[in-house]
């Protein structure tokens, strides 16, 4: 199944579903960004379960393109997803990675039976991934990911990257 997608403009910790995505960074214990906020809006329990997760299967931190879910805490969600976006290298071509971000959040949104899914624009903030390329490939892979999802939102934080996802959403 292909899930319906929407665009909002806005602040993903202030969004309502069953699963918002995190684009964390390897050590699962907050930092800038989407991640920070995360991680401050959804208060203590999300890292908490970031710890529990560090000491047990991701000793050496979550591996890039890789996703993992934890209690949502305090935001409007059950779960949160983390996922690990590449940095974006004009040398090195990375979209694989990006697109297994996307993937890989699915399937775990699928493990846990979540029906509706918020994703930020993963790596194209201070990873520095060009915003028309992620959202072409966010986009792209949401729609051939075959997922028991029923809602993917794109919560994107302004307008430039609102408008990107809207010309791949079409």
């Known amino acids: 199944m ?15 579903a069953d699963a918002v995505v995190n684009a964390a960074n390897s050590s699962l ?16 329990a999300i890292l908490e379960d970031c710890r529990k997760l560090r000491a047990s299967h991701y000793g050496k931190g979550l591996p890039t393109g890789q996703a993992v879910a934890t209690t949502a805490g305090d935001l409007d969600a059950r779960w949160v997803i983390h996922t690990v976006g590449p940095v974006h290298s004009a040398q090195e ?4 990675l990006l697109a297994s971000c996307y993937r890989e959040s699915l399937r775990v949104a699928d493990e846990l039976g979540a029906r509706t ?7 194209a903030g201070i990873f520095g991934w060009p915003m028309d390329d992620a ?5 792209e892979t949401v729609r051939a990911a075959g997922t028991s999802v029923e ?14 996802f809207a010309r791949q959403v079409g």
Do not use: K, M, N, W
């Not at 292909?2 to 309502?16: A, H, K, M, N």
């Not at 930092?31 to 203590?44: E, K, L, N, S, T």
């Open 151 to 164: 809602e993917v939102t794109f919560v994107l934080f302004d307008q430039e990257a609102y408008d990107a």
């Open 93 to 96: 071509d990375r979209s694989g």
């Open 135 to 139: 959202a072409r490939i966010a986009v």
């Open 117 to 123: 899914v918020a994703f930020p624009a993963v790596s």
């Open 29 to 44: 214990l907050g930092g800038g960004g989407v991640d920070g906020a995360i991680h401050r809006r959804g208060g203590p």
């Open 2 to 16: 292909t899930p319906r997608i929407t665009l909002v403009q806005g602040d993903i910790t202030e969004q309502r």
